[in-house]
Each structure stands twice: as structure tokens, then as C-alpha cells.
């Protein structure tokens, strides 16, 4: 059974930065797509950014500029650089992956920013 095993929320100031990275628990292959999805209270989980294989990225409106996804294929690894925090980031964001054979989810990390 996969784990993705996600790290790096807290909490954080307005206009501060973290960095997320989500391992899975083995090594996966055929890997078609990583990305971050978030859930505030009281609504639904929304995709914030994702990466092909190939390295194409694709982000949500109200993060780009701000948040960079990066992935480590050799370690299964994915990455959210999270800059310029504001309040309406603060949500459990989740990691995904896709492969040919299966979808995994990791459990969750709390983002919260306020001051």
C-alpha cells in the first residue's frame, strides 16, 4: 500500500513563506501527474497546482506568481514553494498523484496564516 506522506505546514504571518514536500512510502512508476489541492472550511477542496512528468505546471489563478510546484522523479517527491502568504491560503492542503494504474492521496497538512 502507497503512502504519500506530506510535511512542512504551520503557521505563518501574512507575507511569510513555506514549503511543503510530499514523499510517497515507495517508489512509484508510470507517474502522470503530481500535484497540491487544498480545502478551506466550509468549502470544497480545490486543485492549486500540478506537474507532469515532464516537468509542465499548471496553477491556480489566485496563487500564480507566488507558489512554485516542483518534483524530484528519482525520489517521488513533490514540492510547493509558497511565497507572498495571505489569510485565504490557510487550508489543509493535500498531495496527489496519478499514475497509470492508481490515484493516491496523502492525509493532509494545516496551512494557517494569520498574524
Known amino acids: 500500500q502507497v503512502q504519500l506522506v506530506e510535511s512542512g505546514g504551520g503557521l505563518v504571518q501574512p507575507g511569510g513563506s513555506l514549503r511543503l514536500s510530499c514523499a510517497a512510502s515507495r517508489s512509484l512508476f508510470n507517474i502522470i501527474i503530481m500535484g497540491w489541492y487544498r480545502q478551506a472550511p466550509g468549502k470544497e477542496r480545490e486543485l492549486v497546482a500540478d506537474?507532469?512528468?515532464?516537468?509542465?505546471?499548471n496553477y491556480l489563478d489566485s496563487v500564480k506568481g507566488r507558489f512554485t510546484i516542483s518534483r524530484d522523479n528519482a525520489n517521488n517527491t513533490v514540492y510547493l514553494q509558497m511565497n507572498s502568504l495571505k489569510p485565504e491560503d490557510t487550508a489543509v492542503y493535500y498531495c496527489?498523484?496519478?499514475?497509470?494504474?492508481?490515484?493516491?492521496w496523502g492525509k493532509g497538512t494545516l496551512v494557517t496564516v494569520s498574524s
Open positions: 506537474i507532469t512528468e515532464s516537468g509542465n505546471t
Open positions: 496527489n498523484t496519478i499514475t497509470f494504474r492508481a490515484e493516491y
